[in-house]
Every structure is written in C-alpha cells, then in structure tokens.
C-alpha cells in the first residue's frame, strides 16, 4: 500500500510540475488571447456566416484544453485545489462555458467571454494589481461613504433650490444624484448644465464650484491615493516576506555549514586516533 502511495505521490507531483511549467502556462495563455481573439470574430454575421463552423470547432478544442487542466489540477490537488480562490475563479468560468446555452440560459453564450479573465490569473503582474485593488477594498468603502453622504447633501440642496425651475435635471433625488454624478465626472457640466442654471439664479456658480472641487478634484483623487497605497503596501509586504524567507535559509544554511564542519572535526579525530592506534 505504501508503495502505490508513493507512486501516485510521483505521478501527482510530475503532472502538477508539467503543468505549472513556463512553457505548458505561456501556451494556455496564447490559447486564452486566441480565444478571445475568435470570440471577437464571431460577433461579425459576414464572418460568422462564412468560416462559423470553423470558430465553433476552434473554441471547442481550446475548452477542451482548458478544462482538461482544471481537471488534472483538481486530480492533483484534491480538495486543496478550492482552497486557492484563483483556482476557483478558473473552475467557475470555465465551468459556465460547459453549461449548455438553452433558450433559458442563452445569457450564456455571451458569457463565454468571461474565460478572457483568465488572464489575470496567468499573469504574475495582473495578479498582483487585483490582488491590490482586493487588498484597497476597506479603504475604498470609506472614501465611497464620503461621497456618498456629499451626493445626499449636495442633492437635498440641489432639489430644495433648483428642482422648480428645472424639474428634468434636479425634480427629485433620483434626478438630482444623476445630475450631480454628470457634474463630477465633468460630461457637458457648464454648457448643459451649470450654464442654464445660472441664467435663473446668477450664484449657483457658487455650488457648482464647489462640488467639482470637492468631488471630483478631493474625493476620486483620494480613490486613486488609497489604491496606490494599497498597492504599495502590498509589495512591502511580498517584499518582507522575502527577506525573512532569505534569512531563514541564510541561518539553515549557516546551521548546516556548523555541522559540516562539527562532523569534519570528527571524522578528523577517528583518523588521527586509528593512525595512533596502528
């Protein structure tokens, strides 16, 4: 029993190595680019009507590709392989291209699409970003309830003072947050907007002004300072981490070295005591 353990232990372990090698990933990445490069294709009707039946077959073997590797990791693996919510990522999105798209689940044909994100999970650097913006994601919840609570006061003001006089941009809340979000993000806010109002209350300028300072300038850039924070903090992290790693083979390998040199020494002695005994 032992034995086969440690022939299926050799096996699993020699799967996982092909596997993960550098060669077999680059390859499923070009697969993943290709992919979606046919998938771009069939939202053509001229080339989908022409060469369909060959962006069909093409897509049925890549998944096939992709779901024997999910398979053989999970072969590997076992359970462990739903312990890494990467690996979960890629089962679920390959999975829903396995589901069959009936009329009831037609939304997933176009969902097909979602296998691009595996991407973010081959490469290193695109793995690091999301796992930034995961890593900013209580920081960011702040920042959105800052302004969250200026969209419900500067709308509660917006309503009160203009919502009369321009019902289809401030007539209630509802309208008055779409407007103010139109404002912030700096889409046709003077001439379609700001403009228009000050031709009824000359110093509306005054809001305007100072909304655009405070959300758009103060708040989304605070966004970006958190998750560049975030991302800085992280490589800190995967910095420190390799630095205890480097002292921690730096003091085995002193270690090993010390009894190295403690078993010379011995070897040393039992020499020169069998010389003095002969």
């Known amino acids: ?21 550098h060669s077999v990933q680059n390859f499923i ?58 690996c979960i990522f890629d089962f679920i999105v390959v999975g829903i291209a396995l589901v069959p798209a009936t009329e009831a689940l037609s939304v997933l044909r176009s969902l097909r699409v ?3 994100l595996r991407l973010i999970n081959k490469v290193e650097s695109m793995r690091k970003v999301v ?19 200026i969209f419900y006061v500067s709308g509660v ?28 993000t700096l889409e046709s806010w003077s001439d379609g907007i700001a403009r228009p109002v000050m031709e009824k209350f000359p110093y509306a300028w005054i809001f305007f002004v100072l909304f655009i300072l405070i959300a758009t300038f103060v708040v989304i850039n605070l966004f970006i300072a958190v998750i560049v924070d975030s991302l800085s903090s992280a490589n800190k992290d995967e910095e420190t981490e390799l ?4 002292l921690f083979l ?8 010390s009894e190295m040199s403690d078993i010379k020494a011995m ?12």
């Open 250 to 257: 730096h003091k085995e390998l002193t270690s090993l070295k």
């Open 157 to 184: 003001i917006t309503t009160n003072e203009f919502g009369r006089e321009f019902p289809e941009f401030f007539g209630d809340l509802g309208n008055s947050f779409f407007t103010l979000f139109q404002v912030m």
């Open 29 to 86: 990445v070009f697969l993943i680019v290709l992919n979606a490069a046919l998938l771009g294709l069939e939202t053509n009707p001229q080339i989908t009507q022409t060469y369909g039946a060959i962006l069909t077959w093409f897509d049925h073997v890549i998944l096939g590709i992709f779901t024997l590797e999910i398979v053989l990791l999970i072969g590997v693996r076992g359970w462990a392989f739903f312990k890494d919510p990467w």
């Open 114 to 116: 979602l296998r691009v």
């Open 243 to 246: 630095d205890h790693d480097a």
């Open 131 to 149: 796992g930034g913006l995961l890593h900013s994601l209580p920081g960011l919840g702040s920042v959105f309830s800052l302004i969250l609570i």
């Open 1 to 21: 029993m032992s034995g086969q353990s440690v022939i299926a232990n050799t096996w699993k372990t020699k799967v996982e190595h092909f596997i993960m090698q």
């Open 267 to 278: 070897l040393l002695e039992l020499s020169e005591s069998k010389k003095t005994g002969s």
